[in-house]
């Protein structure tokens, strides 16, 4: 092999990255070729130069510090622990879930429940919440709407003008409840007051009924 | 050959294979990790004490201080316990707690970036950084050498960062190319060429150098 190639390996044999039978080839070379020898000790002297022996002195202030910080966080103190770069530490779940004013809760388990699973209760939650009321949409009159919800808002986005849309839905709702109370089975014997006005003649009949 | 500190090897695929310990009675940094993650104060200073004083010692040689170096130290164990619950057990710890230190490193020299330039020196007065010389060395030898170990290291700072990184990670750390490549997460190919450009780099900025008395193949400055 010429000395071109022998000094291609020269940076993986300080390294240690060449492999058993290369280096005895390589260190035999070296014996031999003052050229390549002496590339051999600049290559070394100027990597060793280039970093200093170091050392590091142990520290136990450090130490400690990070013990605290390691109670702190397991006692989910976490607004004690600081950090240089939050974004480094904190996903979209938990700056949103911080944003809404909580880290995590407790559900009596060993460790808090995470951020990320708050959140994802909460927009469960509030969805519910969502589909629930305007399924069960109330008008203005106090009326509970039979309608789904998609039709109410459907409603609202057709109508342009507010009073007009309003005596619309007044009027919709209305018929809406008379037609879900001709829609029951005449022969069920059941009635079901669906305005407060069905409710006070239905107690009306009853008491009329029994007495 | 340079003399290699320690390596990662055993533990770089899967964490399966014991870590880099001593004793095979101890436990592993999985095992570790996984106690820090349930609060538990000794492991906690078990696993400082295996890996501060590597990592530590990289830090300080990343940063050119020790009081630098000292601080990033503490950060990133502070990353490791905040993440220590989310650790996945497709790598080892400790290539995963070098990772840290390398993306503090980078930070950390994008802040210098802003900063005046300064050469970290051997004639500094705080004495922060040693040199190995040997004992019968004569003061004019002595004073060339601190010469050359700051023209080195000013070298060693112009290099690109990617360069540096790996540099340090090799030289330091004695970690090998697989190691690195798995730290960066770059080919292992890239790290090996990374290391070889910063190398002839180095050597091609300190080949004004030349008129160095040469030391004899068998004077290990190591």
Known sequence: MSCEKWREHLIDHLAGELGEEETILLEQHLTECTDCSEEELRLRRVMVAALPTQTWQENKATEEYLVNALHDLDGDNSEEMEFSSSSERSGLADRIARSLGFESFSLGLKRPVPSYLALGLAIVAVAAGFWWGTSNRIDLQGNRSAQPAREIQQEE??????????????????????????????GAGIRFATTP???ISLARAFMSDTL | MLARSGTLESSMHGGTVEDDISNVCEPSDFDLLKDVADGREESFRLLFSR????????LIRATGSPETGEDLLQEAFLRVLNAADRFEKRGSVGAWMYRICANLVYSHWRRERSSPFRTPS??????SIEMATPVSESPDRI????????????ALKRCPENQKMVFLLKVDSGLTYEEIAG??????????????LAVRRLRDDLKDWNDTPHEGRNHDVL
């Not at chain 1, 849309?165 to 829609?183: F, I, P, Q, T, Y």
């Not at chain 2, 890996?51 to 990289?58: D, Y």
């Not at chain 2, 004073?143 to 000013?154: E, G, K, P, Y």
């Open chain 2, 183 to 196: 730290i960066l997460r770059c080919p292992v190919g890239t790290a090996k060429s990374r290391f070889h």
């Open chain 2, 122 to 127: 051997t004639t500094d007065g705080d004495g």
């Open chain 1, 197 to 199: 006005s069905d409710a």
């Open chain 1, 157 to 186: 986005s057709l109508s342009n003008d507010g009073a007009s849309g309003l005596a619309e839905r007044h009027a919709v709702g209305e018929d809406s409840s008379a037609a879900s109370l001709k829609s029951w089975p005449s």
């Open chain 2, 143 to 154: 004073r060339v050498r601190r010469a050359f170990t700051d023209a080195a290291v000013s």
């Open chain 2, 51 to 58: 890996w501060a004083p590597r990592l530590g010692r990289f």
